[in-house]
């Protein structure tokens, strides 16, 4: 049974970081691609970033390139998303996904469409507020 847990949520102020862990069981985090979303209240879930497991090929949304870094260890079979610089804006329920359908070329455009993956976390939430 594949399971993904997502940890390192919390309440943090404008400007601070955190960074979110990924936990896999059932399943090894070396093949295909792991990707972060977040879903805000009354709003669509948005791809955040993903790492290609084949080469460490990583996509950031707009919205939190430069600002976010995406990593992984295979050995803890663990991934990571750093975020710094965090806004209001960034508050959200965050998930993480394994699980990826398709070949790793369609990475480039398929990323951050939640139906091309698999298996989903149950969601950490982060609250960027003053």
């Known amino acids: 049974q594949v399971q993904l847990v997502e940890s390192g949520g919390g309440l943090v102020q404008p400007g601070g970081s955190l960074t979110l862990s990924c936990a896999a069981s059932g399943i090894a985090l070396n093949y295909g691609a792991i990707g972060w979303f977040r879903q805000a209240p009354g709003k669509e879930r948005e791809g955040v970033s993903c790492?290609?497991?084949?080469?460490?090929?990583?996509y950031y949304a707009d919205s939190v390139k430069g600002r976010f870094t995406i990593s992984r260890d295979n050995a803890k079979n663990t991934v990571y998303l750093q975020m710094n610089s965090l806004k209001p804006e960034d508050t959200a329920v965050y998930y993480c996904?394994?699980?990826?359908?398709?070949?790793?070329?369609?990475?480039?455009?398929?990323?951050?469409?939640?139906?091309?993956?698999?298996?989903w976390g149950q969601g950490t939430q982060v609250t960027v507020s003053s």
């Open positions: 996904a394994s699980g990826f359908r398709f070949p790793e070329w369609l990475l480039t455009t398929a990323w951050s469409t939640g139906t091309s993956y698999r298996y």
């Open positions: 790492i290609s497991i084949q080469n460490d090929n990583s």
